[in-house]
């Protein structure tokens, strides 16, 4: 059997380390003038930080990379989809707060400056930005040959971006509006996005030895196409949604930690109980290989859902689904909210989230 830990990500570690670093940083608040500039948001752990910088006007503000789903690109020698990770990472983060993204800066590190791996890393990044309907105004690279070594002779790469998004301090979306019998709407993934790599490279290269291009007949493609597939960006019909006056108690971007993400609303007197999942062949196939129990699958994957909104009223579900439609995102009624205290239960599976981690109900 096969776990997080195993494969080079050490969370219970991360966490311990995390403390002292982010004490620091949230020390950096302080050398603003409250008067010239607020903190509307003073959690990290939030989706994104908002900035009150003049007025009601607040800057949302994110960032995060692709992680070792870069070494997957360096597999099969094709680059044209981490652009678009590295972006979708960012603003889906931003959208979750209310806010409209509109700009990106990105930081390419590379081992050797190769003209096919920036000529592709510049097509995703401009794909991105389309589907966002953002701006790249800047970014930065850098020759770091002694610090990055590829899976192939000069071929190692990093990138990361931070987003920035607007929005008006009375639109703010976090989570503190929640209630019992509010509706939880998911939108599916398009599979593995741009989290548990780590994880997933052990189970398929290291303990099974899978080539990159072996073709799995549940998937109906190899599996170097299934996990390059770009992570998914819901920036135009959320945006859209949000347009539209439909009321929305909570957004929530399924990454790290799964459908634990949604948690973080500021309502921590609410559980929320999935009654419905998609069933997708890739988190199937990783979870029989791996001998991974549901536990582990449900914190480190987004097990096909990729974006939740919490929505109260059955109308206002109506029409955030006509607009998905509009969009082509498929959509599903999850669940419902109900009271508590900040838990994420799916009883299909036994499970009970908290936090971090899942146990066993």
Avoid: W
């Amino acid at each position: 059997m096969s776990n997080y830990s195993e494969s080079g990500v050490d969370v219970p570690s991360e966490e311990k380390a995390m403390i002292c670093f982010k004490h620091h940083i949230m020390e950096s608040f302080k050398n603003v003038d409250s008067h010239k500039a607020g903190y509307v948001h003073e959690d990290l752990g939030y989706f994104a930080n908002i900035i009150q910088i003049a007025g009601n006007l607040c800057l949302a503000v994110s960032a995060d990379g692709v992680g070792t789903k870069l070494l997957i690109a360096q597999m099969i020698d094709k680059y044209d989809t981490v652009g678009i990770d590295c972006i979708a990472m960012n603003v889906n983060d931003i959208i979750c707060v209310g806010a409209r993204p509109i700009s990106f800066l990105d930081y390419i590190a590379l081992e050797f400056p190769k003209i096919k791996l920036l000529n592709e890393l510049g097509k995703g990044l401009k794909k991105g930005a389309e589907l966002a309907g953002i701006t790249i105004p800047g970014g930065e690279t850098a020759q770091v040959k002694d610090m990055l070594k590829g899976l192939k002779e000069l071929s190692g790469f990093d990138i990361a971006g931070t987003s920035i998004g607007i929005v008006d301090k009375e639109d703010v979306i976090d989570g503190s509006k929640v209630a019992e019998g509010d509706y939880i709407l998911g939108i599916p993934s398009s599979g593995l996005h741009s989290n548990g790599y780590s994880l997933v490279r052990k189970i398929f290269f290291k303990d099974h030895r899978y080539s990159i291009d072996r073709y799995f007949p549940e998937l109906g493609k190899s599996l170097g196409e299934e996990l390059i597939t770009p992570t998914t960006i819901y920036v135009k019909a959320i945006m859209e949604i949000i347009d539209a006056g439909v009321e929305i108690h909570a957004l929530a971007n399924i990454t790290g930690d799964g459908l634990l993400n949604i948690l973080r609303v500021k309502n921590k007197k609410v559980n929320f109980l999935i009654k419905d999942l998609p069933e997708v062949p890739i988190f199937s196939l990783i979870q029989k290989l791996g001998k991974l129990d549901d536990e582990t699958m449900f914190t480190v994957f987004n097990m096909g859902i990729g974006f939740c909104i919490v929505l109260p009223k059955y109308k206002n579900i109506r029409e955030a689904c006509r607009i998905l439609d509009k969009y082509n995102l498929e959509h599903e009624l999850l669940g419902y909210v109900e009271k508590g205290d900040n838990k994420l239960l799916i009883p299909s599976k036994n499970l009970q989230g908290q936090e971090r981690y899942f146990i066993k109900c």
